[in-house]
């Protein structure tokens, strides 16, 4: 059974400093890594994908995939209140249309 | 990304009775997704919607509890029959982006069965 994994959380950061969100996954076929931000009450927005291993930068967030480890990463730098919200880590396996979601890692930046 | 919207966006009903919810988009799309998202959890995948042909049914969902129509490719409905509280929940509708990849959500309807 694929399964993916975050740390429910929440993390708290204050305002200004770096956000590490962490997913790891057990499918080593996966070759899809997507990351959604969720508002409470909103539903997901997707804010980053990657597919190769290593970082992958846009903006203030930076995706980082290592397929040996099966760990995928989201750091955003210089966290504002309004990057509060639930992150969700999506994986996809190769040939696949269907991402398998984890429950996804509060974050809280407080001023 | 393509212009999703859903309706209701939320509603309260009777234990027993049934609900449509429909999902509209922009452009046409060849894959429609429904998923259910429980208060707490991660997005549980209902079902897939393709045109002109049955939807495909996940693990633990089943046609006569959640009938499906895709009439074409810009259109779909969900319906939650024979509702209990157990089916409150928010339920969203996503469409595959332009790589076939990435997915992109509706703005959800917000289900409560008393």
């Known amino acids: 059974q694929k399964e993916v994994e975050q740390n429910s959380g929440p993390l708290s950061v204050p305002e200004g400093a770096i956000a590490s969100l962490n997913c790891t996954y057990s499918d080593r076929g996966s070759q899809s890594f997507f990351w959604y931000r969720q508002y409470s009450g909103k539903s997901p927005e997707l804010i980053m994908f990657?597919?190769?291993?290593g970082d992958k930068e846009d903006g203030r967030f930076t995706a980082q995939l290592n397929k040996a480890s099966q760990y995928v990463s989201l750091l955003i730098r210089d966290s504002q209140p309004s990057d509060s919200a639930t992150y969700l880590c999506a994986v996809m396996a190769g040939g696949s249309y269907i991402p398998t979601f984890g429950r996804g890692t509060s974050l809280i930046v407080h001023p | 990304s393509a212009v999703i919207s859903q309706k209701p966006s939320r509603d309260i009903c009777q234990r027993g009775t049934s609900l449509t919810i429909q999902c509209q988009v922009d452009s046409q799309v060849t894959m429609m997704f429904w998923y259910r998202q429980q208060p707490g959890q991660s997005l549980t995948l209902i079902a897939t919607a393709n045109q002109g042909s049955e939807a495909t049914y996940e693990s633990g969902f089943v046609i006569d509890k959640f009938p499906i129509s895709r009439p074409n490719l810009t259109f779909s409905t969900l319906t939650v029959s024979n509702m209990s509280p157990e089916d409150s929940s928010i339920y969203l509708c996503?469409?595959?982006?332009?790589?076939?990849?990435?997915?992109?959500f509706g703005p959800g309807t917000r289900l409560t069965v008393l």
């Open positions: 996503s469409v595959s982006g332009d790589r076939g990849n990435e997915q992109f």
């Open positions: 990657i597919y190769s291993n």
